[in-house]
């Protein structure tokens, strides 16, 4: 198998819909075998048996990115399916409206512990491995939530921002190891499901008119063009990028 990926073996979580299954579309055509993490599990095999039967080498499972048992477990059964694990793609996230003065502390429990929990618990379990093997390359999915702040967003600015700079500690801790750790930073994607909850939330002209007006490009973002960014940061194009926090944005975060 050819492809700038040929024969790595990566991990995405959320992988069985948006962006995540766009990005493991994209590996798959680049060479690499990759096991598809998420929540729902039916859809995960199912996503998965999409890429196989396309030729691919595709494994799916169910698992929650917050339960620290279920995460060890479905990396070992992936380590497993696909003979060893050279990248993860912590894509798994998820969404909510709300500002300080009138958003609770469970939608800010929610959204750390999936955007958070769930980024160190799935790097935790694929870690040692790539210590020992002396290589592996891992990529956070930020937001442009995470460098600017963006208003009714309280929460998921904020745990963004976590996502960006925990990148930049595990990628200081783990260059010695032959490990990359990257984030890319995607501007809204309309297409996929929290496209259509973001974009859902106001689709008056004029709410859409405001919304565009911060994209220089003048559109949202195509999931390809994310998922296209992440193969860069898991392949050796990117070999001396550590603790790059990558824009993939249309310039929104340039003004
Ligand atoms: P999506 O909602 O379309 O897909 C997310 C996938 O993650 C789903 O398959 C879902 O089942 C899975 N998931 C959710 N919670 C999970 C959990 N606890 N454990 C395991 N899997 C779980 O979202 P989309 O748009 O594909 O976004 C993916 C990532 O990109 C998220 O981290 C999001 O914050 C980020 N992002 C999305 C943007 C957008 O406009 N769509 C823009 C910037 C960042
Ligand atoms: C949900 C994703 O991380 C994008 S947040 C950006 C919202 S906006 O600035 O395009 O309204």
Same mark, same amino acid.
């Given at each position: 198998m050819s492809g700038k990926l040929a024969g790595r073996k990566i991990i995405i979580t959320g992988g069985a819909a948006g962006i995540g299954f766009m990005t493991a579309k994209v590996l798959v055509r680049e060479g690499a075998a990759v096991a598809l993490l998420d929540l729902d599990g039916a859809k995960a095999t199912a996503s998965a048996k999409s890429l196989t039967a396309d /030729? /691919?080498?595709?494994?799916?499972?169910?698992?929650? !990115? +917050?339960?620290?048992?279920?995460? %060890?477990?479905?990396?070992?059964?992936?380590? +497993?399916?696909? /003979?060893?694990?050279?990248?993860? #793609?912590?894509?798994?996230?998820?969404?909510? #409206?709300? =500002?300080?003065?009138? =958003?609770?502390?469970?939608?800010?429990?929610?959204?750390?512990?999936? %955007?958070?929990?769930?980024?160190?618990?799935?790097? $935790?379990?694929?870690?040692?491995?790539m210590i020992e093997q002396?290589?592996?390359?891992?990529?956070?999915? /930020?937001?442009?939530?995470? !460098? !600017?702040?963006?208003? +009714?967003?309280?929460?998921?600015?904020?745990?963004?921002?976590?996502? !960006? %700079?925990? +990148? $930049?500690?595990?990628a200081a801790e783990y260059a010695k190891h032959g490990i990359r750790v990257n984030c890319v930073c995607p501007g809204t994607v309309g297409e996929t499901a929290m496209g259509h909850f973001l974009v859902g939330s106001d689709t008056s002209a004029e709410a859409m008119a405001r919304r565009l007006a911060k994209y220089p490009l003048?559109? #949202?973002?195509?999931?390809?063009?994310?998922?296209?960014?992440?193969?860069?940061?898991?392949?050796?194009? =990117?070999?001396?990028?550590?603790?790059s926090i990558l824009a993939v944005d249309g310039g929104m975060t340039a003004i």
């Open positions: /030729g /691919g080498k595709a494994f799916g499972f169910g698992v929650n !990115v +917050t339960d620290e048992a279920a995460v %060890n477990a479905a990396v070992a059964a992936a380590r +497993t399916a696909m /003979g060893g694990i050279d990248g993860l #793609f912590n894509n798994a996230g998820i969404a909510g #409206f709300g =500002s300080v003065h009138d =958003s609770s502390p469970a939608s800010w429990q929610a959204m750390w512990d999936v %955007n958070v929990i769930g980024t160190y618990l799935p790097s $935790r379990a694929v870690l040692p491995g002396k290589h592996g390359a891992i990529v956070n999915v /930020g937001s442009v939530a995470g !460098v !600017v702040g963006i208003p +009714t967003m309280a929460a998921y600015c904020a745990v963004k921002g976590a996502v !960006v %700079n925990l +990148t $930049r500690q595990m003048g559109r #949202f973002g195509k999931a390809e063009e994310i998922a296209e960014a992440v193969a860069f940061l898991l392949s050796d194009a =990117s070999s001396y990028c550590v603790g």
